[in-house]
């Protein structure tokens, strides 16, 4: 079936520097994302979501930009801090398919450098 | 902290054995999911309980089953345990208007000895 995957497994960063993580989803379909942080010996933590009709939302220092044509979806975190390493996933659903399940990708590693 | 608990944290048993995992959602919130994850496969989708009932089903084995009681906790039980079993579980809940925004425990690791 189709699922979402991630360019990089592994990003270092230096500490004040951006960071971005991208990832590539298959299912043209797909009308919710999200993005997750899950660090050592914890759950998926959300940080941030974003719906199909919108190609760009900002939180808290996190934007996500959603791009339906490539279908290719990234996360930049600003002024990376040392408390933002971590597992970072990108998930989507299809609600049109009746079911509310996330398809994960594979995960980034994001490192961050003092 | 998501508002979501999950016990045991960890859970050690042997192969052939049965366990239960336990979840208690959000809150307020009707629907709980269950995922686990493995370093080959990541996370992936089992089952969805939506207010006491079945509403999805992934990639769940025969041998494993989960049920969502009257006070909204689930519970996954895994049976004939496998060397294979040994990933972690998670369980997620999200309210009614969003089912698709999941909120996840911090998850068992279960180990098959």
């Known amino acids: 079936g189709e699922s979402v995957g991630l360019h990089l497994p592994t990003l270092s960063v230096q500490e004040g520097d951006n960071s971005i993580i991208n990832c590539a989803y298959s299912n043209s379909a797909s009308d919710y994302f999200i993005w997750y942080k899950q660090e050592s010996g914890k759950g998926p933590q959300f940080i941030i979501d974003?719906?199909?009709?919108?190609d760009k939302r900002q939180g808290q220092r996190v934007t996500v930009l959603l791009n339906k044509t490539v279908k290719h979806l990234s996360l930049q975190i600003a002024a990376t801090q040392p408390g933002d390493s971590a597992v970072y996933f990108c998930?989507?659903?299809?609600?049109?398919?009746?079911?509310?399940?996330?398809?994960f990708g594979k995960g980034t590693k994001l490192s961050v450098i003092p | 902290d998501s508002g979501v608990t999950q016990t045991p944290k960890h859970l050690i048993t042997a192969t052939g054995q049965r366990v239960t995992l336990r979840c208690s959602p959000r809150?307020?919130?009707?629907?709980v999911y269950w995922y686990q994850q493995s370093l080959d496969q990541g996370l992936q989708f089992l089952i969805q309980y939506y207010n006491g009932e079945e509403r999805a089903k992934g990639n769940i084995l025969e041998r494993f089953s989960a049920q969502q009681f009257p006070d909204l906790h689930s519970e996954l039980n895994l049976s004939s345990l496998e060397l294979g079993d040994s990933v972690l579980y998670f369980c997620?809940?999200?309210?009614?208007?969003?089912?698709?925004?999941?909120?996840f425990g911090p998850g068992t690791r279960l180990l098959v000895l």
């Open positions: 809150s307020g919130d009707l629907s």
């Open positions: 998930a989507e659903n299809n609600s049109g398919a009746g079911s509310y399940q996330l398809t």
């Open positions: 997620a809940s999200s309210v009614a208007g969003r089912p698709e925004t999941q909120y």
């Open positions: 974003i719906r199909s009709n919108m």
